[in-house]
Structures are given as C-alpha cells and as structure tokens.
C-alpha cells in the first residue's frame, strides 16, 4: 500500500482508485434497454409455434375433463373424499386458474394490438379503439373467473327483480355478457375480416361459449349431471384457448402489416384489378376524344351561356389536318394548345368556339356585328360574301 507524501498525493490516488471500483458495471451490454426484447418480440410470427400453443391449449382441456370424469376415482383415494383441484364445479380449481390466465394473455395481446393498430394512417375514424375496449373486457372476464363476480351479480339481480328467472338465476349475469360481448364481438369481427384465420377462430370461440351457456341454463335436458358440468366448464375453457389463439394470430397480422412483410393474393388481386381498369382508362380516353372533337360546337341562343367544357375549340378544317397529319402529327398537340386559350380567354374563347367551321380562314370577321343582325341580315351578308369571293 502506497504511503501518503507530504502534499497528500498518495491518499487521492488510492481514494480515486476506490470510486472507480465502486462505480464499475456488474451488467454487460446485453442488458441495455435497445438489446432487450420488445412486446411485439414476444408475439409469436411462426403459424408453427402459433399452433403448437394451441395444440397445448386442447391437451390441457382434455386432461382437467378427463380428471373431472375420473373424481370419483380420485376421491376414494383420498382422506376426506374430496379433491377440489381438479373439480371444475369448485371454485379455485385448476380450471379456473387455467381460464383466468388463459383470458389475461388474451388481454395483453389485444393490448398489444392496440399499441400498433393506433399508428395505422388510414384509421381516419378512430377505429383502433375498440382493441383497448377488448382488452378491458377479457381482463373483466379474467378477474370474474378467479373472483366469481358473475355469482354475485346474479344473487343480486335475482334480489331486486324478486324472481329467479330461467333457471337458477344465470339468465342475468348470461343477458349482461350477452350484450356487451355481441355488441364488441361484432364490431371485433368487422375489424378481424382482413385476417381469415383470426375471424374463424374467433367465431369458434364464440360457438364454445354458447354451447357453454345452453349447458348452463339447461335447455338440453339430455345433458345432466356430470356431462352437463363438462359440458359447461368444457366449452369455457375451449372458448378461452381459441379466444387467445384469435387475437394472437391477429397480432401477428398486425405486426407484419406494420413491418411491411405482409404480401398476400387479396393485395395483389387488388392491384391487378386497378392497374387492368387504369389501362382501360387509357384505351378509352383516345376515342372519347375524337368523339368530342367530332361532335358539333354547342352554342347559346342568347350569346351569354358559356360553351361545354369539352368542346371549347371547334374542329380543325380538313386542309389543316392533312396538312398537320404530314407534318409529322402536330395536329394532336394544336387542339390541346386552343384548349388551353380557350379556358384561358373567357368570353372571347367562347367567341372563338361559336366560329362556324368553313373550308377557308374568313379572319375579317365581324362576330359582334353579326350577333346583333337578325337571321335575314346575315343570310344577305353571308351571300354578298360568297358573290364577292374570287372564281364565281
């Protein structure tokens, strides 16, 4: 150890030393926040590991109905004959807490859905709210299958209202979820379309919840007892696992739509579609040209109406055309450059188009005194005209 000099230089050396060892990294650089995986790393993008979740999904359900169908079996072995893990009429079993988990994961990924669809461009109204409004409501379910709150709120209603119901009063908690779960379901569904895997599974999942309920009110009464609670806790769980498949096969969607990787028949049908009617387009656009300039000029009785747009310049005579067509084409450039002055000029662009098309250029004439003339006065002016042309 360094001895301290007379000026106290060995002491700062050995204290600087201490803060550079205390103040040292116990972490790597992997452990930064730009090297550490993002919410959107965590959705799977492979149909394979998609389906794999789904396949467990299904397994797990198999093996708590088989369990349930095998209680009484179980129980025997048992000191007090019961064994409420795996009865899914008991309340904190295995099956709830599968539901319950099941039905937050279906949460974070709506949310998750949420956070991307928000940027989308085009969503002018709005509509990438109603993922936030999912995932309110599969975190509501959540809570309500660890928490059994839909049993509270039926002994309630049954209270106030003084009657049961159908059944043993589940018809409330059913009618509450019923209407709040068709009105985002569908408004869900309107926004799933563009992913056909996700709508389906969805549609299943909405399937499984209803043959849950019919199980759970009793309207089929061949199904009692034991196969009527498999039958109920069955469809809820299946309905949960599909329900978390749907909106993870839409967040994927979602993501590679958002990266730009998404190239599917429906996108490129559409693009050939528009790009065979803008050619179209142009293979008409030609003809309908040479329809208006072949059509008549429009002209007003009163002189003051302004003429149709698409026939503001009047035809070009015969000779100019042939003349143009030798020329090397100008005559298709010529019409479009009148177009332009004649938008352009106002009332003496519609002078111009009332012009009466003739074989010889008759730049000497007066149009303000001829529109003043009655119709007998310019036939007599017209023939002093002809009789005053050279050759007759």
């Known amino acids: ?20 060892t205390k103040n040292a990294r116990s972490y790597g650089d992997d452990v930064l926040t730009d090297r550490q995986p993002r919410l959107t ?5 492979r149909y394979s ?15 708590l109905e088989a369990a349930y169908l095998w209680l009484p079996k179980l129980t025997a072995m048992t ?62 379910m959540s809570i309500d299958e660890s928490a059994s709150l839909h049993e509270g709120f039926k002994e309630l209603a049954s209270h106030f209202s003084g009657q049961r119901g159908y059944g043993d009063g589940s018809i409330w908690w059913i009618a509450g979820y019923g209407l709040v779960f068709a009105a985002l379901g569908i408004r869900l569904f309107l926004e799933m379309r563009c992913c056909r895997l996700s709508c389906t599974a969805l549609v299943a999942g909405v399937g499984c919840y209803v043959a849950a309920v019919v199980a759970k009110i009793g309207i089929v009464p061949e199904l009692g007892g034991t196969y009527a609670v498999m039958t109920e806790e069955g469809g809820e769980m ?5 329900l978390l498949f749907s909106m993870a096969t ?6 590679l739509d958002a990266k730009g990787a998404l190239s599917t028949k429906a996108k490129k049908a559409a693009k050939a579609k528009s790009e065979k009617s803008a050619a179209a387009e142009l293979k008409k656009e030609p003809s309908s040209k040479s329809q208006a300039a072949a059509e008549p000029v429009k002209r007003s009785w009163f002189g003051r109406t302004t003429v ?42 519609t002078r111009t188009a009332r012009r009466p098309p003739s074989d010889s250029a ?26 005053s042309r050279p050759g007759e």
């Open 1 to 20: 150890m360094a001895e301290p000099s007379a000026d106290g230089t060995g002491a700062s050396n050995t204290g600087s030393r201490r803060r550079a």
């Open 41 to 45: 790393d965590l959705v799977p993008q």
């Open 49 to 63: 590991l998609l389906f794999v979740g789904l396949f467990a999904g299904l397994i797990v359900v198999a093996g």
């Open 79 to 140: 000191s007090d004959g019961q064994l409420a893990a795996v009865d899914l009429e008991a309340e904190g079993s295995l099956a709830n807490w599968f539901s319950s988990m099941t039905l937050a994961l279906a949460a974070v990924v709506a949310a998750i859905i949420f956070s991307l669809r928000r940027h989308r461009q085009d969503d002018y109204h709005g509509r990438y709210r109603v993922w936030l409004w999912a995932a309110l409501l599969w975190m509501a």
């Open 238 to 242: 299946l309905g949960d696992v599909l």
């Open 250 to 255: 839409h967040a994927r969607y979602t993501i």
């Open 308 to 349: 149709d747009a698409a026939h503001a310049s009047p035809p070009a005579p015969a000779a100019r055309t042939l003349e143009s067509s030798k020329a090397g084409g100008k005559s298709a450039s010529k019409p479009a450059a009148q177009q332009a002055t004649a938008d352009e000029g106002g009332d003496s662009a």
């Open 362 to 387: 008759e730049d000497d004439y007066d149009f303000e005194t001829d529109r003043r003339l009655s119709k007998a006065e310019r036939k007599a002016r017209r023939r002093q005209k002809d009789r």
